[in-house]
């Protein structure tokens, strides 16, 4: 797998990394979170990107690399989620850190987010700073900002963080222009998530949840063409090669459609004319569609 910067922070990270949100729940077991994540390394998808409220992501990814930490890039979020400490304060930040480094079994993180707060919360309410502490201890290594709008525009030119992590796919094109470029032109990462736009081309019909519910209205409504690409082939080359992204996230509890997603990283970019024709579906039908957060 292809090594890349992450921005100026001085982290390499792989192309395709691994969006634990799928490990969370009940439908999955250590056993296969053991096996997914051994395959994961063994295929060069070193980063690992989980959150407070992926369920049991955190706690069992730790357990998953105990023994192989050396050979991973840790990624989490916080600002919430803490017993006793109010929601998206400065302590709740500090101790979200430290939770975050019990429940990963490790002594430092690769990427603390704060997981997608407004622009006022990061302007006024003493977390940003307090991550920069929790960095600055030699916690964190890099203090990133995943979220959309405004305030992940605030975040790019703030200075505080390293890296941002935003929605990037061919059904969610709104920020390669905008918060994407400014990053890139900053010299801060970018990782990429919902890099397959979280597979609409799965349901026969309209899925119920809101946001599978926008992905399917927007793949509905861009009438991309796949040519003898297989979706998911057309979706993580378009997102993982785009200008300013170091590495995109594929979600998924499954190891062969991890295998599938770095086979298709590894294959390059689309062919320019592909890669064209995804971006010119996006100005009209996309005009006014956001980031999905
Ligand atoms: N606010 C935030 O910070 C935020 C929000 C969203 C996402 N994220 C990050 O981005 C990661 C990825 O986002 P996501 O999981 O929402 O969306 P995604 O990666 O775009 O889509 C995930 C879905 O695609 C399916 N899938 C994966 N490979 C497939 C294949 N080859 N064929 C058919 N289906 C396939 C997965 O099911 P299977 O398990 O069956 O493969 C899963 O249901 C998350 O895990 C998280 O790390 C962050």
Not at 66 to 88: H, I, N, P
Not at 163 to 176: G, K, N, W
Request: one cysteine or more.
């Amino acid at each position: 797998m292809q090594l890349r910067p992450l921005g100026a922070t001085g982290l390499r990270v792989p192309a395709l990394g691994l969006g634990a949100g799928r490990i969370g729940g009940p439908e999955v077991d250590q056993a296969s979170v053991d096996r997914l994540v051994g395959r994961a390394l063994d295929l060069g998808v070193t980063l690992f990107d989980t959150a407070r409220s992926y369920g049991l992501s955190e706690e069992r990814l730790g357990r998953a690399l105990q023994g192989r930490r050396e050979g991973a890039l840790l990624s989490t979020k916080v600002g919430y989620g803490v017993e006793g400490l109010a929601d998206w304060t400065g302590p709740c930040v500090e101790a979200g850190v430290d939770a975050a480094l019990r429940r990963l079994r490790t002594d430092r993180l690769d990427l603390v987010h704060l997981h997608s707060c407004g622009r006022e919360v990061l302007e006024g309410s003493g977390v940003v700073e307090a991550l920069g502490r929790a960095a600055a201890a030699g916690k964190v290594r890099v203090a990133a900002y995943s979220g959309e709008g405004e305030a992940l525009s605030w975040a790019v030119r703030s200075g505080a963080f390293g890296a941002v992590q935003c929605s990037v796919s061919a059904v969610d094109q709104e920020e390669l222009d905008g918060a994407v470029a400014t990053a890139r032109a900053r010299g801060l990462g970018v990782l990429a998530k919902r890099a397959l736009g979280n597979a609409p081309w799965r349901f026969s019909s309209r899925p119920p949840e809101p946001d599978l519910a926008e992905a399917w209205d927007r793949f509905a409504a861009l009438g991309l063409e796949r040519g003898e690409l297989e979706w998911p082939e057309l979706f993580l080359r378009f997102a993982a090669h785009a200008p300013g992204v170091c590495v995109a996230l594929v979600g998924t509890a499954s190891p062969d459609h991890l295998a599938a997603a770095a086979r298709a990283v590894e294959a390059g970019p689309l062919e320019a004319v592909r890669a064209a024709a995804v971006r010119a579906a996006w100005p009209g039908p996309g005009a006014g569609w956001g980031g999905r957060v």
